[in-house]
């Protein structure tokens, strides 16, 4: 018995909508405030954050759908071109979750909203506090104790105490968030969830997908992680008990693992703010760590100490880097969604896929001034714009057929005999099926075929080729996956009337393989298409592309007349509208 595809339902196609909007301000926005380096950038995401949260709160009543939307929008966060995304993503998670909880225990008032607010956007600097502390550690409160003493000694200003100052900030930044809080509040009241169109049906991009943004040429190694993660707590528990020399073995085997492995690590020697940062610390640690008790404006304790929380700085930096990018890598992700995901599967896809198209409708830097009296109707008129988009999104492929069954089972030996069967109805045939060879007994590659000629062209060895890609226990040649596009292609010019793609798997998962072939068939009007699919992926491809159960023949059971029956029906009606 195969799985019906599942279908997310309202609220998470609700959340996609919301959470793709936000996800592109995040990333358009937080690129902007960054690369202009504009201090308290992240205070100015998370108030933008609140306005538009408060006003889509008000907009979709439904609890439950912010925290959804704060999910998807955190992990489109991954596609940034940020060197370390996990600050980001926890931040947008927290937002959600804040001011989720608050109206479920206040409610979607105004009260309810302006505490939220002051709470998400507050959240912005603990966050900030507990990256300082976990990047430099403890000694940075040391430092920033003795400093503080030395301005009240320079100034005579000990009016204001280290707790007061604190209170003042926390103040501040709650203030703000109320401010964000009430403004996306009058500002839905006010009627601008009146807004124009920003975005025309047909511009969602079928199929995209998380797995469809990846760098091609990034390697990646899942088991790097935990790597990572274990050179990592040795280096800081060899920093706390003081054992510099294994401290730097360790911390020092980070850093240039992330150089040589990873490209985006370098992005952060290039800054000059964090060298101007770490030479920073480094100086007060040198200048005032025996101040207090000695009066001394030098200690080589202090400037050690201050090398030291360098280090510790450097190793973080460089590790979270390197966890960021291996974040990104479709193996981990897939684990994430396959496994009683597949609502946040599906939901993040369709986000993704209109990610660009939201994108292209905001207004740019030189514009928002300009139309700031209706961005909040026109981002709440595009979120029901893309809910109605995802809503036909959602509508099950009928002219996608599947043959599945296990491995070696006889996939494409039984796709050729249904192939043939449709000769005599004079129904023109085109793609391709990848015929196994073997040797001994055993599986040792695949042969692809083009079903309208006599090509065919190596696809995949268990013996290493020059120049093909590894992936799993085969390696592929690049040139068969552009033969494979040509097929298709000609198929297309040619007016064919059924397709055959033989197999779709763990490869389109990840975004490549035949997903190119796929979308050009996707473009063509009417395309009746017969694939072949591994059980083991057969749950993974019908949430993907929405195929519905009755078109799924499992050749250990499936009644071959009946499939022939629904293929030829489909052929007959694919016209139909």
């Known amino acids: 018995m195969t799985i019906p595809a599942a279908t997310p339902g309202p609220k998470w196609i609700k959340a996609a909508a919301v959470g793709s909007i936000w996800a592109a301000i995040e990333i358009i926005a937080g690129s902007f405030l960054h690369n202009l380096h504009i201090p308290f950038s992240g205070s100015m995401l998370a108030m933008a954050a609140v306005y538009l949260l408060v006003a889509f709160s008000m907009h979709y009543k439904e609890p439950g759908i912010i925290i959804r939307a704060g999910l998807i929008a955190?992990?489109?966060?991954s596609i940034s071109p940020s060197a370390i995304i996990l600050g980001p993503m926890v931040g947008i998670m927290m937002e959600a979750l804040i001011l989720e909880v608050i109206l479920l225990a206040i409610g979607r008032n105004l009260t309810g909203f302006v505490i939220g607010g002051m709470l998400a956007v507050t959240w912005a600097l603990v966050q900030k506090v507990l990256n300082l502390l976990i990047l430099y550690g403890f000694d940075l409160v040391r430092i920033a104790g003795g400093f503080y003493q030395f301005l009240v000694k320079i100034t005579g200003l000990d009016q204001i105490s280290p707790i007061h100052l604190i209170m003042i900030v926390v103040f501040i930044y709650a203030f703000l968030g109320a401010t964000a809080a009430i403004a996306g509040y009058v500002s839905f009241r006010k009627g601008v969830s009146k807004g124009s169109g920003m975005i025309r049906s047909g511009e969602l991009n079928r199929n995209a997908g998380p797995f469809d943004n990846n760098n091609e040429k990034q390697k990646y190694a899942s088991l790097n992680i935990f790597l990572i993660i274990a050179f990592l707590a040795l280096t800081l528990f060899f920093l706390n008990s003081k054992r510099i020399i294994p401290a730097l073995l360790t911390g020092t085997a980070i850093i240039t693992f992330s150089l040589i492995r990873y490209n985006r690590s370098?992005?952060?020697?290039?800054?000059?703010?964090?060298?101007?940062?770490?030479?920073?610390?480094?100086?007060?640690?040198a200048m005032i760590w025996e101040w207090i008790n000695t009066g001394k404006l030098f200690s080589a304790e202090g400037l050690f100490v201050g090398l030291e929380i360098n280090f510790r700085a450097l190793v973080i930096i460089f590790s979270f880097s390197s966890v960021s990018v291996e974040l990104r890598n479709p193996v981990v992700k897939n684990l994430l969604y396959r496994n009683g995901l597949s609502n946040l599967y599906k939901s993040i896809s369709m986000a993704f896929a209109t990610l660009p198209s939201i994108i292209n409708r905001i207004p740019s830097r030189g514009n928002i001034f300009k139309y700031r009296r209706n961005i909040l109707g026109n981002l709440l008129h595009l979120a029901s714009e893309l809910e109605n988009m995802m809503q036909v999104e959602l509508i099950p492929h009928k002219n996608i057929f599947i043959i599945t069954g296990k491995v070696q089972e006889g996939k494409t030996s039984y796709l050729e005999k249904l192939v043939k069967k449709f000769k005599p109805r004079n129904i023109k045939t085109g793609g391709f099926i990848a015929r196994g060879t073997f040797k001994e007994g055993r599986r040792t590659g695949f042969i692809l075929h083009d079903l309208s000629g006599e090509t065919s062209i190596p696809i995949a060895s268990k013996k290493k080729q020059p120049g093909w890609i590894k992936f799993r226990s085969f390696y592929f040649n690049p040139d068969s996956f552009k033969a494979g596009e040509k097929f298709i292609k000609n198929a297309i010019q040619t007016n064919k009337e059924l397709f055959v793609i033989d197999e779709v798997g763990p490869i389109e998962m990840e975004g490549?393989?035949?997903?190119?072939?796929?979308?050009l068939l996707e473009k063509t009007h009417a395309t009746i298409q017969i694939w072949t699919v591994r059980e083991s992926y057969l749950k993974e491809v019908m949430d993907r592309w929405q195929i519905p159960e009755e078109n799924v023949c499992n050749i250990s059971h499936c009644n071959g007349d009946d499939f022939f029956k629904r293929i030829t029906f489909a052929l007959d009606h694919r016209h139909d509208t």
Not at 74 to 77: E, G, H, S
Not at 272 to 283: C, D, E, K, N, R
């Open 74 to 77: 955190a992990l489109m966060k």
């Open 512 to 519: 490549k393989g035949w997903l190119k072939v796929i979308r």
């Open 266 to 285: 370098m992005r952060y020697l290039k800054k000059p703010g964090l060298w101007v940062q770490l030479a920073l610390i480094t100086f007060l640690a």
